[in-house]
């Protein structure tokens, strides 16, 4: 290979320039685009071990956080040739059957790139190529109604807990919005199906344990302020905020590692680390998610343990809670971060 052609690769490989970093994506906190990319940038080797492979949907907000956003999975079009892409089967939405090429974040430039097109939060699924069928990780979304960190303590360590006395390690992150994301690491052997037939029953489970903090009712108004445990991050295509992903909230909160001790002493919350202040956890703790990929494990004990614990009312209750979906809206939502080009996630 030649000098000049190993100099062009290289540079290639570079992430490309910045456009308009001075542009105020967090108006509250005057955080800029280019603040943007460089988080990327700075967090991608801890990063892309954990997102290599998996398809993104972008969640983009060209205006800054307070004003409509919208999410993006297909780049089939205007996006540039070194990007890695994935062409997959729509299975539902508008347009059943048509291919979506969904954006990977393999390499750092991708990374800094999607934060350049003002993709604040890339959101990923639970399987990786070239196995999209196989699941290599099982997510637990504890979604709050309030702001009251006792009972979403109570609610994760329950997770923990049940994980565990199931034979299961388990790995917790903030969400960067109002709960945590607790995930199992998977061998990756079954389809969707095991998966979320698990989480479905390790909900219903928590759920009968605890029934004045937990729910699985989907319809909000019918939660009664209790947490919400959303195990449909398991299903195919469903997809969960990416670890050391920002958020497009105020303060520009990180979905970031932290350790079951910090749950349990209260010193870590959904929002704790930030954009300005993730250099010094990093330097601090290192990636506490490096362990992942050396736990996993397979489902089928577990399952059968779970199935011990549930009766088959359990079983229709919990899968009627979880399904039951709201009429028609009678007003649109403010600022609703709308859908482009793909099927909502």
Known sequence: MTTRRKAAEAASAEPPPISHPEKVLFPDDGITK????????????????????????????????????????????????????????????????????????????????LANQNSITPHVWTSRMPALDRPDLCVFDLDPAGDDPRPLRTAALAVRDLLAELGLPSFVKTSGSKGFHIVVPLDGEASFEGPWRFAHGAGAVLVKRHPDILTQEFIKADRAGRIFVDTGRNGYGATFAAVYAVRARPGAPVSAPCTWREIEDGSVAPRTFT????????????????????????????????????????WKEAHAASTRRPGPRKRPAKNPVKHSNGDPS
């Open 34 to 113: 280019g603040e943007l990319c460089a988080h990327y940038a700075a967090v991608a080797p801890v990063m892309l071990p954990h997102v290599r492979g998996r398809p993104v949907t972008m969640e983009r907000h060209p205006a800054g956080i307070d004003k409509p956003g919208f999410l993006q999975k297909d780049v089939s079009r205007g996006f540039p040739d070194w990007l890695g892409r994935v062409g997959i089967e729509s299975k539902g939405g508008a347009k059943p059957g048509r291919t979506v090429h969904y954006p990977l974040a393999d390499d750092e430039r991708a990374l800094v790139w």
């Open 275 to 314: 954009l300005r202040t993730m250099p010094g956890r990093l330097a601090e703790v290192g990636d506490l998610w490096q362990d992942v990929e050396r736990e996993r494990r397979g489902l089928g004990e577990a399952t059968a343990a779970l199935e011990r614990l549930l009766t088959d009312e359990d």
